[in-house]
Nanobody
């Protein structure tokens, strides 16, 4: 079993920045990818970004390309999401997730999920 703990959410003004962190613990981490998803009120959960654990290949949703950057620190089994130029439409609960199988990295088909951290962008 893998436990995921997110941190770094909060309230930020339009155009501001936040950095989310997600630390994995439990059994020896051997996931294929670790990613971020978000869910806004009244909307479905959606893919934001993911990174393959060994190769470090990164994927982004079109809505965040050029503004968000995902990175990982393998020694700490931690993934980060640097979010810049934040917009009101980025307001959501952000979830970290781990995928143990290849393929479908931008889908919701991940194996472990964190509890989520709230990001609110306001004027």
């Amino acid at each position: 079993q893998v436990q995921l703990v997110e941190s770094g959410g909060g309230l930020v003004q339009i155009g501001g920045s936040l950095r989310l962190s997600c630390a994995a613990s439990g059994r020896t981490f051997s996931g294929v990818a670790m990613g971020w998803f978000r869910q806004a009120p009244g909307k479905e959960r959606e893919f934001v970004s993911t990174i393959t654990w060994n190769g470090g290949t990164k994927f982004y949703a079109d809505s965040v390309k050029g503004r968000f950057t995902i990175s990982r620190e393998k020694a700490k089994a931690t993934v980060y999401l640097q979010m810049n130029s934040l917009k009101p439409e980025d307001t959501a609960v952000y979830y970290c997730a781990v995928k143990n199988s290849p393929g479908g990295l931008t889908t919701l088909n991940y194996d472990y999920w964190g509890q989520g951290t709230q990001v609110t962008v306001s004027s």
